[in-house]
């Protein structure tokens, strides 16, 4: 099942347009990635999935439903969730309210979620009331990956999750991940480090320029030479 539809997608920030013309879909329980260069649009894509740009034409469809129109919150509640690059956590708020705070759309935290959180994340628990601020890089993006799932989404959308993380942190970031989505959630993720994701993706989507230049599957995109060349150097 198709679970998100973007078509002809056109959207910015104000009177600057970034997008133009975007199609692109994930299907249900799905693993996909987004790999481009430096202001391709990338992070703008995500946001616009989320409603948090100024639309100017195109559709945005979840689950056979058009979302377009929908505020963030309504999105949520549809059933999907995004970590940003930046400001994805209350930094002056304790672990445990940050993730009360993923339950804002539904009044409360129930403890089998928490309790979930805390199985994929075991050093939250261990943390519960440590002030996020003080806390490490990879412990920060744990925090906000949990603190999205507590709406438990069908659809986790990820901005650059390993920005700024300690190489020997990115593997074991990128393993939890792989098990979110092995257990049912479908996963749509822009990040540095094209050719790791692109060994664990389904598919990806080359974009340049606000534009999709290429859909392939993973292992199609890896045995391009001029994809490899221009984009997964390094």
Request: net charge negative; aromatic share 6%; charged share 30%.
């Amino acid at each position: 099942m198709t679970l998100l539809e973007v078509s002809d997608l056109r959207t910015g920030y104000g009177d600057l347009q970034i997008l133009d013309g975007i199609d692109l879909s994930v299907e249900d329980g799905e693993y996909v990635t987004i790999i481009g260069p430096n202001g391709a649009g990338k992070s703008t894509l995500m946001d616009s999935i989320f409603g948090l740009t100024d639309h100017k034409g195109g559709t945005v469809t979840y689950a056979g439903e058009d979302i377009t129109a929908l505020e963030t919150e309504e999105r949520i509640r549809q059933g999907m969730n995004y970590v940003p690059q930046d400001d994805s956590i209350f930094e002056k708020l304790s672990v445990i309210e940050n993730l009360k705070m993923g339950a804002y759309t539904e009044g409360e935290l129930s403890d089998a979620k928490l309790q979930d959180v805390y199985s994929r994340f075991p050093v939250l628990e261990e943390r519960t009331a440590q002030i996020s601020e003080t806390m490490s890089g990879g412990q920060r993006q744990m925090l906000a990956i949990g603190r999205a799932l507590i709406s438990e989404p069908d659809l986790l959308l990820l901005d650059e999750p390993s920005s700024g993380l300690a190489p020997h942190l990115v593997d074991d970031l990128f393993d939890k991940i792989d098990e979110i989505n092995a257990d049912g959630t479908a996963v749509l993720i822009v990040e540095q480090n094209a050719e790791e994701i692109l060994h664990r993706a389904d598919r990806g989507y080359l974009l340049t320029d606000g534009q999709i230049q290429r859909e392939d599957s993973a292992d199609g995109m890896l045995a391009d030479e001029e994809i490899r060349q221009k984009f997964l150097a390094g």
